[in-house]
Structure formats: C-alpha cells, structure tokens
C-alpha cells in the first residue's frame, strides 16, 4: 500500500507563497499521476492541479489556479510539490494530495484517485 504525507502548510498573508510537499511510501510503483485538491470552508473538494506520467510528465492546473501554482516532481524522492505563490484569501483550504489510480479516467476528477494524504491547513489572511 502507499501512503501519502503531506506538509508545508500554514498562515500565510494575501500575497505570500508557500510551498507544500507530499511524500509517497510504501509500493510506489505503477505510479501514474499525482494530484492536489484542495476543500475550503464548506465548500466541495476541488481539483487544484495534477502530474501525469505519461510518456514524461504533463501538469495541468484549475483556472483558478493557473499561472500562480506550480506542480512538480522528484521522482527520486518519491515527493511532489505545490509551489504556491501570489495567494489569495480564496485559496485558504485544507490541501490534499493523491495518487491517480491508472490512466483512466480525467485527471481534475477525485474519483481517479485511489490513496489520499490527511491534509495541510492553508490559510490566507487578507
């Protein structure tokens, strides 16, 4: 089984960065993609941006998101990472990271996603 642990969370001011990792253990390999969701204050869980592993890597970003957030990998490492700059006080959430389940199925859906982190507090003051 993986386990995934995320950190890097905090308070952070509108317009700060914060840079969160998740590191994967345990049976890492078949590793298709890996994503990060995040759910704020009684609000539905929703894609932030994802890696996939196909052929090298793509990323792909919510809107939301796009231009401010960046997705990367050490593979070595068994880590990704969400660089997350230029926050804002809609971007306070919890923050999940998760392991893509295969290639099936759309990379912004949860459901394509089978092991999940505990979550990271995000929180963006203004």
């Known amino acids: 089984q993986v386990q995934l642990v995320e950190s890097g969370g905090g308070l952070v001011q509108a317009g700060g960065a914060l840079r969160l990792s998740c590191v994967a253990s345990g049976r890492t390999f078949n590793n298709y993609g890996m994503g990060w969701f995040r759910q704020g204050p009684g609000k539905e869980r929703e894609f932030v941006a994802a890696i996939i592993r196909w052929s090298g890597e793509t990323t792909y970003y919510a809107d939301s998101v796009k231009d401010r957030f960046t997705i990367s990998s050490a593979s070595a490492k068994n880590t990704v990472y969400l660089q997350m700059n230029s926050l804002k006080p809609e971007d306070t959430a919890v923050y999940y990271c998760?392991?893509?389940?295969?290639?099936?199925?759309?990379?912004?859906?949860?459901?394509?996603?089978?092991?999940w982190g505990q979550g990271t507090q995000v929180t963006v003051s203004s």
């Open positions: 998760a392991k893509k389940r295969s290639y099936s199925d759309s990379y912004y859906a949860y459901y394509a996603y089978d092991v």
